[in-house]
């Protein structure tokens, strides 16, 4: 079948529709003679003609669903496919048209389409939740228009409404107007319309520690770290070796090999320690107060640990 050529300035949608509006449609008669072609000899063609005549009943029941924010191209083209997949299934001795048949398996094809590309978040994961999705918003807007007319309801009478109506709990409800409120966003998006605008990633929170905070430890550390290295120098050379061997070390040194060491007793290395502590203790107090490091205004304790 030759067709008239279309001005190149037609939208695609609108092309495509004035294209599958030259296709003919079919008497009963015709339709149960391609079906039973088709059936039994598996004639592709007759398949094609089934097709291609009720493509026009598909974009109907597509702009049932133009509603949910998708392109009508995607919706037909799911809808075309639950057609095709009808005229497979399609059974010519039944006392029934083609198109009777095939639109629940074109709104089955819609609707699950629907479903999978609405949110990363599976939306309807049961028959009801499925139902209920779909049957929402309509009945909204019968409600909406009858409460318009006969005064405002609020929105918990509507919730109980739309429950009775819908023969499911206002729980479930609020739960799927909640899912259908909350639709995916990209964090690449950007905030504003402004070119250079920041993308939302930008304004969220991070869970790790501010990066004030992490500056002000970092330099307080460094602080820290001068402040105790100076201490030191205040210390002989035995108090030192002692206090870095007992106090800094990762294996920290026994009295006895500190003795053992220097030449003298266990528990003489146990008065240098002590002796050591006490002039960091000092040392370190002005520090203690400058960080306001609870120490309650007493020297800062520095813990022995035990000798092996």
Do not use: C
Not at 209 to 234: G, S
Not at 265 to 274: C, K, M, W
Request: proline letters at 4%; glycine letters at 6%; zero cysteines.
């Amino acid at each position: 079948m030759k067709r008239a050529s279309l001005p190149s300035t037609a939208g695609s949608l609108e092309r495509y529709l004035a294209e599958i509006n030259q296709f003919p449609l079919l008497t009963a008669e015709a339709e149960r003679t391609l079906a039973r072609t088709y059936l039994e000899k598996g004639d592709t063609r007759a398949a094609h003609r089934l097709v291609t005549a009720n493509l026009r009943f598909v974009v109907k029941v597509a702009y049932e669903y133009r509603s949910y924010g998708f392109k009508m191209g995607d919706l037909i083209q799911e809808g075309n496919l639950g057609l095709m997949k009808a005229v497979q299934k399609f059974d010519p001795d039944k006392e029934i048209r083609l198109i009777s048949y095939a639109v629940w398996w074109i709104r089955a094809y819609i609707q699950n389409y629907i479903l999978k590309s609405y949110s990363l978040v599976k939306l309807g994961t049961t028959q009801a939740q499925r139902k209920l999705f779909f049957s929402l918003a309509r009945t909204k807007r019968e409600l909406d228009q009858a409460s318009t007319e006969h005064g405002s309801d609020s929105d918990g009478e509507n919730t109980s409404k739309i429950a009775r109506k819908l023969n499911v709990k206002p729980g479930e409800v609020e739960e799927m107007t909640q899912r259908m409120g909350s639709r995916d966003l990209s964090l690449d998006a950007p905030i504003g319309q402004e070119d250079g605008s920041s993308p939302y990633l930008d304004s969220m929170a991070g869970s790790g520690p501010l990066q004030d905070h992490e500056l002000e430890a970092a330099q307080q550390q460094t602080v820290v770290q001068a402040r105790i290295a100076q201490a030191l120098t205040r210390l002989d050379p035995r108090e030192r070796y002692i206090v870095e061997q007992r106090l800094m070390g990762d294996q920290p040194a026994t009295l006895k090999d500190l003795g053992d060491h220097f030449g003298f007793s266990r528990e003489r290395a146990r008065q240098l320690e002590i002796r050591a502590k006490g002039k960091l203790k000092q040392e370190l107090q002005e520090l203690a107060v400058e960080f306001d490091w609870p120490v309650d205004g007493q020297p800062v304790e520095i813990d022995e640990r035990a000798a092996a």
